[in-house]
């Protein structure tokens, strides 16, 4: 007999991937992203580190001027949001052909699995992982139980193996749940922050086993009828099961090339953008959509990348129109240095209006 299962997919050092995937000689190497790229600028902060970065203690939300002192030599980067957007709907895009999905961001989803065993569900979490390589070219992490907070925990346990060792895969649930959450510390339960253990360590509460054995009217008494109840609920696996797919529609959809040889002469760079622009415009088209604004993204053979965009006149799919304004934007940047990577973006008007 199965059990009603619910997978966390959670993407691996997402922005650090979807920049490796277009430049993959960026694989292996430390990269930081965050702010404009520039790890001297003041009051910016790092929003993606690779796992070489984080070996080093550089982690998100640090300032980039610190990372920068703890790993001068990284690759630094600047946060790509629509690049990050067009990546992310693709994984979602794939996700959906499994079934309801659940969108909590960037980088990760729940996806509704039906009642399975645990043979069938790991089955399935290592498809959804192969399938996600395979059409998008970014590696995923999946925990797997019966609602979403323990499944998000889930992920976190799947995240320590090893790729070596084959797909992150991991299952928390009733059967396990005590021998491995029991004697973590309660930071280690979804949504329980400093703040909450901290005041939790108040009261003499340092792991989920002494969490388990507080009485519910006594945390109630400490934390009020709402966390209260729900740290009761939480510290022995409980959770919401409910998925709520959401309707989607794309809001862009971009391409770009990372070239074999840098291109040093304009002429090529035209040349480029022209086919990056037809394949792109070639999707927009089969789904009967318009395009009201372009992007073109420019990245160095230092790693300089850059971003300029433009909207339309009008929206439209015609080529004649979108083309020019594509080789304007091209011609906007001081095309002074060897280019590695071109794309372009057209963004999309919503179905609705």
């Known amino acids: 007999m199965g059990t009603r299962r619910i997978l966390h997919v959670d993407l691996d050092q997402f922005q650090v991937s979807v920049e490796r995937r277009r430049s993959p000689e960026l694989v292996g190497v430390p990269v930081i992203v965050g702010g404009d790229g520039d790890p001297t600028a003041p009051r910016k902060v790092v929003t993606c580190a690779s796992y070489e970065a984080r070996a080093v203690g550089v982690r998100a939300g640090m300032p980039l ?3 920068h ?9 600047p946060l790509d949001v629509e690049a990050y957007d067009d990546a992310s709907a693709e994984v979602m895009a794939t996700l959906r052909g499994f079934g309801a999905v659940e969108v909590w961001g960037w980088d990760e989803a729940y996806l509704g699995a039906g009642e399975l065993d645990d ?10 992982i192969a399938t996600i390589g395979e059409r998008t070219g970014l590696p995923a992490s999946i925990g797997i139980s019966d609602n979403k907070q323990r499944a998000k925990m889930a992920t976190n346990f799947a995240k320590r193996a090893s790729a070596d060792d084959g797909p992150r895969v991991f299952r928390l649930d ?5 021998a491995l959450m029991g004697p973590q510390p309660t930071r280690e339960l979804w949504s329980v922050g400093p703040k909450t253990a901290t005041k939790l360590s ?4 340092q792991t989920v086993d002494e969490l388990v054995a507080v009485p519910k009217d006594d945390l109630i008494a400490t934390f009020g009828p709402h966390q209260g109840n729900w740290l009761y609920v939480l510290c022995r696996g409980g959770g919401d099961s409910t998925i709520t797919p959401e309707p989607w529609e794309a809001k862009s959809h971009s391409h770009s090339r990372t070239f074999p ?4 002469s304009p002429e090529e760079m035209h040349i480029a ?9 070639a999707q927009v088209v089969d789904e009967d959509r318009e ?3 372009v992007a073109v993204t420019v990245r160095t053979k230092t790693f300089y990348t850059r971003t300029k965009s433009r909207k339309l006149p009008a929206p439209t799919t015609e080529s004649a129109a979108i083309g020019p304004v594509v080789h304007a934007l091209l011609d906007d940047f001081e095309l002074d240095r060897p280019v590695r990577l071109l794309g372009v973006r057209l963004d999309l008007v919503a179905s609705d209006t």
């Open 273 to 281: 953008v022209d086919e990056l622009t037809e394949h792109v415009l």
């Open 291 to 293: 395009v009201f604004r």
């Open 174 to 178: 009733a059967d396990n749940w005590g």
């Open 202 to 205: 108040g009261i003499g509460v």
């Open 65 to 67: 001027r610190v990372a």
């Open 261 to 264: 040889t840098d291109l040093d």
């Open 119 to 128: 043979e069938q569900v790991a089955a399935l979490a290592v498809d959804v």
């Open 69 to 77: 002192r703890k790993m001068p030599d990284a690759v630094y980067l």
